[in-house]
């Protein structure tokens, strides 16, 4: 039988293994096989392993970023007003885009931020669509196959679910098993974090971005920021999943006037606040409850770093995380998925990755949710997902270990 590429690799790894031990001509036949293994792993990196996300100047990572301009006196909008109205100058701007989805059409999707678009663009540009998660994803890769630059809406991120497999097997696979010769640039919008009670609450990250890699994963913490991200994606050829968070749509925030144009770098942290003691690592929905923590900690003289990654895939591409922990020493991980799921990944990131752990003065922590979804109620919501109370016993306690006589036990 005539050898295939997995046994030449592995037989010259192992002749290797050997060539450590004495041998007369160790030296150069060491040499000329390492550079040999490392030439025909490459081509085999290549051959297979190439081609996940764009690699042309149409990847969003190469889109420049553009900031929000503002009016003056500033106009403060709810959340939901500004997704709307960026939404509004996009199907303006580009009719190839459509929008779809349960209840997007008729009455502007469950929380108002497409109202009037229909209305406003027809039928064909905001639909309607029954319940029915992974036939939406798979008219959004069809549509996006054939040129057009759909937003396929899924309810609530729990809903997300019932489509894993059709956006893990086929959506996130397209790119790298044609080696780059289809793209089908769909955008998953959907919603999540923090509603009280069992359904629509849930938050699993970890489940999602190991199982769609493939995808730009975005999780912003406020509506701009969302809208500046759906800005970036559609200037781009790569599919992608933004998750808003759902408590901020009722918020106010400043009206940008460049709606539709300015747009959120992927792959960016960006430092929320700056603090020397502790550097907080969270995302979406946390973000707000990370804020709060911090101002209770400024009341013992503890100051908190907060770093909202703004997307999980990809991650930090620039290691602006690492920077920040030779600064503090100190690292917290926080977020409402599972013990050992997003927080898990972050901090691989961070410290096997990134190499942060040589920073560290204190072990690394994370704060999670419970193990189970959220109980009913806003008590169960308490109990059961992190709080800012919690984030701040947590870092309370890695600054106690460090100092006790500044930072006595609480309880």
Known sequence: MYPVRRDVQGTAKRIMRHLCRDCPVRPELQASISSWLTEYKMENYKRYSTHLLSETDRSPLKVKPVPPTYGSPTERITGREVLRDNFDALLAADHRIVIFGEDTGKIGDVN???????????EWRVTDTGIRETTIIGQGVGLALRGLRPIAEIQYFDYLLYALETISDDLATLHWRTKGSQIAPLIIRTRGHRLEGVWHSGSPLSMVINSIRGLHVCVPRNMTQASGMYNTLLQGDDPALVIEPLKVYGLREDKPTNMGAFRVPLGV???????????VVTYGACVRIAQKAAEQLAEFNVSVELIDVQTLLPFDLDHGISESVKKTGRILFFDEDVPGGATAYMMQKVLEEQKAYFYLDAPPTTVTAQEHRPAYSSDGDYFSNPNAEDVFEAIYGIMHESDPANYPKIY
């Open 269 to 279: 942290p960006e430092v929320v606040l700056e603090g020397r003691d502790v550097t």
């Open 112 to 122: 108002k931020s497409l109202e009037g678009l229909q209305e406003k663009y027809g």
